[in-house]
């Protein structure tokens, strides 16, 4: 049971519009082979939700004609979705880029040994969670023999080209701090990931996000529970950067949950604050028009500070590196 979370849209966030759309994010279901500690999404094993084969259909249709560029693969586990891959060739044959937020451990599962191989040969960009990398702090926030799978994982992309130099195909890791704390600075940690991954391990990547932890769902009852829900929405509305707004990913992206509901980003989609096109009843993806897209406001709420606090944080990493 998780606790409601007191985040209110009457925010005095900054408004914010859209500009021209380049990615359509895709949350393919909630089931997955981890339960970590800051997932917004509260995704686990048990979770059953899973995006149809009509919906995924209506999703690349809108893809297709939207004149978007790339098409971001999110979860739980993406993989589990049972028509990932179809979905996959399908969007590489008509030029789309595809990205797969991937825990890793998924590539050890029983069933996906040819996942990574698969991803290879489509050139899926692979955007990689491993929060830190010293095996005491993932174990502890995403389960003992996390971080060892996650390492046989990225030892496994390696071997296939991944994040190797001169290599396109392209593997970046993603940190989220363990704690009630914003992320350090992206490009002198990311430093210290290639050294410790390298030096230890043998594993090279391409780059680091460093991501700040949202304050909904599991993450955000944690902090609850802690006494801690607070402090932390104080820490991110204190550090807010007016120069990150231009950058935050809300503003050439949508999210769609796995039913085909439209959302401006995935935040929003965890809490339930579907995108506002004129009409205060939820919008389907089958029946949105890309061309009514540009210019319309971002709904925005008290959380969104955690985008824009010090170097800012979106699907990309630090806006401020």
Not at 83 to 111: M, W, Y
Not at 165 to 175: A, C, D, E, F, I
Not at 287 to 316: F, I, K, M, N, W
Request: charged share 20%; hydrophobic share 35%.
């Amino acid at each position: 049971m998780h606790a409601t979370l007191p985040l209110l849209e009457n925010s005095d966030f900054p408004a914010i519009k859209r500009l021209a759309l380049q990615t359509v994010q895709v949350n393919l279901g909630y089931r997955c082979n981890q339960q970590c500690l800051h997932c917004h999404v509260n995704a686990g094993p048990g979770r059953k939700e899973n995006m149809d084969r009509k919906t995924i259909d209506q999703v690349l249709d809108f893809a297709f004609k939207s004149g978007a560029n790339t098409l971001d693969l999110t979860g739980g586990a993406p993989e589990l979705n049972p028509h990932f891959r179809a979905l996959v060739k399908q969007a590489r044959s008509h030029g789309l880029e595809v990205i797969d937020r991937c825990n890793l451990t998924i590539l050890l599962e029983p069933g996906q040994e040819d996942l990574a191989k698969f991803l290879a040969s489509q050139t899926v960009q692979i955007v990689a969670s491993l929060p830190c990398y010293l095996e005491e702090n993932v174990d502890r926030q995403r389960g003992k023999g996390t971080f060892e799978s996650s390492i046989q994982a990225l030892q496994r992309l390696n071997q296939l080209g991944y994040g190797m130099p001169g290599n396109k195909l392209s593997l970046n890791l993603v940190y989220n701090p363990q704690d009630d704390s914003l992320p350090p600075d992206q490009l002198s940690l990311e430093k210290n990931y290639h050294r410790h991954l390298r030096d230890n391990f043998n594993v090279e990547f391409n780059h680091l996000f460093a991501l700040a932890n949202m304050p909904i769902k599991r993450f955000g009852s944690t902090l609850i529970s802690k006494g801690r829900f607070g402090q932390y929405m104080q820490l991110i509305r204190d550090a807010h950067q007016d120069k990150n707004l231009s950058e935050v990913m809300c503003r050439s992206l949508i999210s769609i949950d796995w039913r085909g509901y439209v959302y401006d980003c995935d935040f929003n989609q965890m809490l339930n604050l579907p995108i506002h096109l004129n009409t205060p009843q939820p919008t389907h993806i089958s029946e949105l028009d890309y061309r009514h897209l540009q210019g319309q406001p971002v709904r925005v709420a008290d959380h969104c500070y955690a985008c824009t606090a010090g170097q800012g944080s979106s699907c990309g990493g630090a806006l401020d590196d």
